[in-house]
T-cell receptor, first 116, second 116 residues
Framework: AQTVTQSQPEMSVQEAETVTLSCTYD???????LFWYKQPPSRQMILVIR??????QNATENRFSVNFQKAAKSFSLKISDSQLGDTAMYFC?????????????FGKGTKLSVKP | EAGVAQSPRYKIIEKRQSVAFWCNPI?????LYWYQQILGQGPKLLIQ????????DSQLPKDRFSAERLKGVDSTLKIQPAKLEDSAVYLC??????????????FGPGTRLLVL
């Protein structure tokens, strides 16, 4: 069974600085998807960034980028120029490629606080 | 475009009572998911529907939980009778069917359930 591990329960960063959130996963599959979701306090979960395992190029979305290391089964999220609105729980998630089952397997999350 | 709608947003019940949650997915999304998010953990899949059929309900506690999506659009999740450990946020998500390359799941605001 696939598992996702986020080893940092809480992190903090000063506004405008850069922070990296860690995620490792375990799977025997070769093709899969990886995601980072953001869940602000009392607000709904939204997608931050997505990576397909067959793509070697790391995904980027504005201030958000990932470092995908397939052999090491590592998928870290880098947030540049942190803003107060980035304060949230961040979840790393895995799902298999193909097939009819779309189940996302989530880590326990990292609580990020951006300080002014 | 309207997002995933859920109601109610909050519910407090006594143990052994019953409760129902409602979800309306994004228009055109054939796949609907119910997740349970216990405090301090990542969401865990309860059930996945494709149109009005069940794709995966392997983690649904069927002795007390039931879900339906009769017309392939709205869905209802029911708990009867509730236990203290059912206190959690119940998230509904929708997406296009897996395997079409549009794998992103969009989440609703969730229903926060407290069982006393």
């Amino acid at each position: 069974a696939q598992t996702v591990t986020q080893s940092q329960p809480e992190m903090s960063v000063q506004e405008a600085e850069t922070v990296t959130l860690s995620c490792t996963y375990d799977t025997s599959e070769n093709n899969y998807y990886l995601f980072w979701y953001k869940q602000p306090p009392s607000r709904q979960m939204i997608l931050v960034i997505r990576q397909e395992a067959y793509k070697q190029q790391n995904a980027t979305e504005n201030r958000f980028s990932v470092n995908f290391q397939k052999a090491a089964k590592s998928f870290s999220l880098k947030i540049s120029d942190s803003q107060l609105g980035d304060t949230a729980m961040y979840f790393c998630a895995f799902r298999n490629y193909g097939g009819s089952q779309g189940n996302l397997i989530f880590g326990k999350g990292t609580k990020l606080s951006v300080k002014p | 475009e309207a997002g995933v709608a859920q109601s109610p947003r909050y519910k407090i019940i006594e143990k052994r009572q019953s409760v129902a949650f409602w979800c309306n997915p994004i228009s055109g999304h054939a796949t609907l998911y119910w997740y349970q998010q216990i405090l301090g953990q990542g969401p865990k899949l309860l059930i996945q529907f494709q149109n009005n059929g069940v794709v995966d309900d392997s983690q649904l506690p069927k002795d007390r939980f039931s879900a339906e999506r009769l017309k392939g659009v709205d869905s209802t999740l029911k708990i009867q009778p509730a236990k203290l450990e059912d206190s959690a946020v119940y998230l509904c998500a929708s997406s296009f069917p897996p395997g079409l390359g549009q794998e992103t799941q969009y989440f609703g605001p969730g229903t926060r359930l407290l069982v006393l």
